[in-house]
């Protein structure tokens, strides 16, 4: 991914690929889905799914599948793994504002199209002169499919309402929600009504039920014997953890990226290094003043 400072045109790039009909499917049946598994693990468990179903809580419906000898252990840890993911937030998913491809509403069409022409992504917010003013986005078929009649001249005459949610939204709730509503992006908004960056609803799908691949995706990352060799300095602390196995200290920082820059107490250069835990970090790329790339070897000290 790249970027360019806030406020041009362009602030970067995200992977918003189009949805497809099997993502599509997916998230009509998925939600559905965990509505009906929670009915049935309640009435099998010999509640009454309807009274008082306000006052369970997640963690008391995790506690009571996790106590039960009902269900198949395999069956529990697939409903403990879902009702883990959704309760992440939506700043935890999103593409940062420095990744998004923004679209002044006063550019010309024929100029908006020279910008997304070689973009891997269809749908892009529309901004009134700064990122932090998103009025709507736009569709790529809203630019390049247009009669020739059309009058429309600028990106603001095409674009849509565009979705707002809050950083401290959770995924699952958030998923639920866009899909009612038929919004497949929205814009996430900061605790300061800033622009934090946007969520696609395959974003929080891909997050209840794993990373789903299609001809619109990138090269899966290269793999080492044990884990990756580089991941995008973007990557948050939890799939970091995931992938590598290397869980990192919280800190002042989401990202791989922002742990490195924390560590080094500086700006980050191409070949700085941090080692913990028997690991070493590596800046592999940068993007502007980004940690873009991170590359990973075990030490042998």
């Known amino acids: 991914m790249s970027g360019v400072p806030s406020g041009s045109t362009e602030a970067g790039s995200a992977h918003i690929a189009e949805p ?22 309640v009435k099998l468990l010999g509640a009454d799914h309807t009274a008082g179903r306000e006052r369970i809580s997640n963690v008391e419906f995790r506690e009571l599948v996790a106590a039960n000898t009902v269900l198949p252990r395999e069956e529990r840890r697939l409903i403990d793994e879902v009702l883990s993911a959704g309760a992440r937030h939506v700043n935890e998913l999103m593409v940062p504002r420095t990744e998004v491809v923004f679209l002044d509403a006063a550019l010309a069409v024929d100029a908006a199209l020279g910008l997304v022409r070689e973009a891997r992504h269809s749908r892009f917010p529309v901004i009134d002169g700064s990122p932090d003013e998103v009025v709507g986005f736009v569709h790529l078929r809203d630019l390049t499919i247009r009669p020739s009649t059309d009058p429309c001249g600028s990106v603001g005459d095409l674009m849509r309402e565009v979705k707002r949610l809050p950083a401290s939204k959770k995924a699952l709730i958030a998923l639920s929600e866009m899909r009612r509503e038929g919004h497949h992006l929205a814009v996430v908004v900061d605790e300061y009504g800033g622009t934090a960056g946007i969520v696609t609803l395959e974003d929080l799908l891909e997050e209840l039920v794993g990373e789903i691949h299609d001809e619109y995706d990138a090269a899966p990352e290269p793999q080492l014997e044990g884990g990756p060799s580089e991941v995008d300095g973007l990557l948050n602390l939890t799939d970091f953890a995931e992938r590598a196995g290397l869980p990192l200290p919280p800190g002042p920082y989401e990202t791989i990226g922002g742990f490195l820059m924390a560590r080094l107490g500086k700006l980050p250069s191409v070949g700085d290094e941090v080692r913990i835990d028997g690991w070493q970090l590596t800046v592999a790329e940068l993007d502007g003043r980004r940690v873009a790339r991170v590359g990973l070897a075990r030490t042998t000290t």
């Open 20 to 41: 497809g009909p099997f993502r599509t499917a997916l998230a009509r049946v998925v939600l559905p889905a965990l509505d009906a598994l929670r009915r049935l693990v």
